[in-house]
């Protein structure tokens, strides 16, 4: 056996140093063809080949964007093709992808539309047949997707570097991937119109279709705006209104989303005991007034939840016959919907008051179906508020994905803490329900381009163990936001013991760079400061307590396995 797997290693070499022959580094990948002209059974040996790629770091850089394949988003395929995950395939390549029903997965890319059904060679490019060498598949739940059929369709060259393990994309796409109109209506990625009636819930239901059309079209789901309004963290009723970072705080918490069906609205009634029908673990919150930016969101990921100003009687502002508003004032927002979509010649003319420039977001209100056109109205690119507070639902997991979250900010990101730079150490302390893996953090983003560190210590005694965490994880995230870590290796720790999360997080230009929650003077928001211990350090080795010195929490979550349930 012994010589057997030795005549196996070194028929292998042989194929490899047939590859580096025919496939010096850089060439295109197609030319992997040349591998299977040298009198060598590909259904054998292009497995191997495929197997030892796979077994070493393999990169691939798509427009500057890196990926590897220790995240389980990209691997070689026994046929030799770069398989890359749909969320790779959108970030790198700039398309939008989603899949139906039908498991066809729908690629968009400006005017181009690509038809993938899953296990099937033959795919549709702008309705004409093409053949390819190898179809999508899905594995663990991750559609995977092969690169090198789609490099003309979705405009980018392709080449193999065999010496680094790896791949490089580089787009041949001029001017932006997105077109110029654009609705998810006509791809079944809308909810239905919802009607807030007489309450101030518009923030709820806003956020929740944002997540429904997240969702969509590969899960149906309606949630419950009664549940999130009335059994949030926050002391305020229906009537009184919110925002969205309560609604970020609700979501971020597991306290929701329920299902409609389990606490329907306007009864006034929540049951108690609901649990989350979906687990929300990231949130990215775009940038002021940058349209590129939600008209991607909305492209990629589904509804946008955003602010207007309405005024009472908004006839002066709004052309209700062409469903048209646009408002350029100074008042303060008062009023969340969603966007659905855009339109860039929407003439200017269309509006009561006109704006200066054509173009417009489709939105859609929570008013009913008898407003605008059946629910739905134009909002001028324009409009003093429209796009300047944002939400995107990037992450929506089953609530299988973890066993337990710990944390002590259910009022979530209230306030900014620092040292007057852009860096800083954070930690919060818990205690272990059982004996668990923990696997994760989350915490939010303040600012763009935000860098993290995060460590774990197993067995937290005292202040001074904050010094001696074990590095799980670290990176950089380009939006603000909520986001979910996990960590590049799971830290045990015993039931009862106290353990904890350590955050380095550098946000450039901030000098208050850490989400705090917080009670602001004069507030109604029910802050304990009783429920954890939290720290804070400006360089990791000096170390105060948070809720004593600053009365606040640090907003740092933990997500753990139950190790009895593996």
Not at 61 to 77: A, F, H, K, P, T
Not at 294 to 308: C, D, F, M, R, W
């Amino acid at each position: 056996m012994r010589f057997q797997k030795r005549f196996i290693v070194l028929g292998l070499l042989v194929v490899l140093v047939t590859v580096i022959k025919f496939q010096s580094a850089g060439e295109v990948l197609e030319e992997v063809e040349q591998f299977r002209g040298a009198n060598i059974k590909e259904d054998v040996f292009s497995p191997m080949i495929a197997q030892s790629v796979n077994a070493k770091k393999m990169t691939v850089v798509l427009n500057d964007q890196r990926y590897n394949n220790d995240q389980n988003d990209i691997y070689m395929s026994d046929k030799l093709n770069i398989m890359v995950s749909t969320e790779v395939l959108m970030d790198g390549i700039r398309c939008a992808a989603r899949l139906y029903e039908d498991n066809s997965l729908l690629i968009l890319q400006g005017d181009t539309q690509v038809i993938m059904p899953l296990n099937e060679r033959t795919i549709l490019v702008n309705d004409r047949k093409v053949e390819v060498t190898e179809a999508a598949t899905i594995h663990e739940g991750v559609v995977y997707v092969p690169l090198q059929p789609l490099r003309k369709a979705l405009h980018f060259t392709l080449s193999w570097d065999m010496k680094n393990n790896a791949g490089n994309a580089v787009s041949t796409l001029k001017g932006s991937y997105l077109p110029s109109m654009f609705d998810l209506g006509a791809y079944g990625r809308i909810s239905g119109v919802k009607d807030q009636g007489k309450l101030g819930t518009c923030w709820a239901f806003a956020s929740l279709s944002a997540m429904e059309s997240a969702l969509l079209p590969e899960q149906n789901i309606t949630f419950s705006a009664d549940h999130m309004s009335m059994r949030n963290s926050f002391s305020s009723d229906q009537a009184q209104g919110g925002e969205y970072t309560m609604g970020m705080a609700y979501l971020t918490s597991w306290q929701g989303p329920v299902l409609e069906e389990e606490d329907p609205y306007g009864d006034g009634v929540s049951p108690n005991g609901l649990k989350p029908a979906k687990h929300v673990q990231e949130i990215q919150i775009l940038e002021n007034k940058n349209l590129e930016e939600i008209k991607e969101a909305v492209y990629k990921h589904g509804a946008v939840q955003t602010s207007l100003y309405f005024a009472p009687k908004y006839g002066f502002y709004y052309n209700k016959k062409n469903a048209a508003y646009y408002y350029n004032g100074t008042m303060p927002v008062n009023h969340d919907v969603v966007i659905v979509g855009w339109d860039d010649a929407y003439a200017a003319s269309n509006f009561a008051t006109a704006p200066e420039h054509d173009g417009a977001f489709i939105c859609q209100n929570s008013w009913g179906d008898e407003f605008g056109m059946g629910g739905y109205f134009y909002v001028s690119y324009e409009d003093c508020n429209i796009g300047a507070h944002c939400l995107s639902y990037t992450n929506i997991e089953s609530v299988h994905n973890f066993d337990r979250i710990y944390q002590s900010d259910l009022c979530g990101w209230g306030g900014q803490l620092g040292y007057n730079k852009d860096s800083l150490y954070a930690a919060n302390v818990f205690v272990a329900k059982e004996k668990e893996d923990v696997e994760a953090a989350g915490f939010y983003a303040t600012g763009t381009d935000t860098s993290y560190e995060l460590y774990v210590v197993p067995e937290f005694t005292t202040i001074r163990s904050l010094r001696k965490g074990y590095k799980v994880a670290d990176g950089m995230v380009k939006k603000a936001g909520y986001y979910t870590i996990r960590f590049d290796r799971s830290v045990r720790v015993r039931q009862g013991g106290h353990f904890a999360v350590v955050l380095k997080i550098t946000t450039p230009g901030a000098n208050r760079p850490l989400a705090v929650e917080y009670a602001k003077e004069g507030a109604a928001v029910p802050v304990d400061l009783t429920d954890g211990l939290s720290y804070i350090s400006p360089n990791g080795k000096r170390w105060q307590n948070a809720e004593k010195t600053q009365k606040c929490n640090v907003c740092l979550k933990a997500y753990a396995k139950n190790v009895k349930k593996r």
